[in-house]
């Protein structure tokens, strides 16, 4: 099951990459799968040749640290595929 798919490009900053991934794991994280199930988060793609790619990063990981208790609660799993050459 597919419920969300999301992009963003255009070299984002680290508070622009943050707020959208808070909102994606807000989603993400109000209830458990029906059947138990993990969720599972996929970070990857192609990244641009003018992406920053740790800037994106650190984005990321500050909204992780702000969701890592919910996300455990609900179990979800995280699998990072990057590519580029940043």
Known sequence: ELSNYGEYSGNPTRTETREYVKTV???MTRS??????????????AIANFTDVAKTF??????????ADKMRQVGVKIYVRRGGPN
């Not at 458990?32 to 793609?45: A, C, F, Q, R, V």
């Not at 650190?58 to 969701?67: L, M, N, Q, S, T």
């Open 25 to 27: 794991l807000d989603l």
């Open 58 to 67: 650190d984005g990321i990981i500050d909204a992780f640290k702000e969701y």
């Open 32 to 45: 458990k799968h029906p059947s138990g199930k993990p969720k599972i988060l996929l970070i990857g793609g």
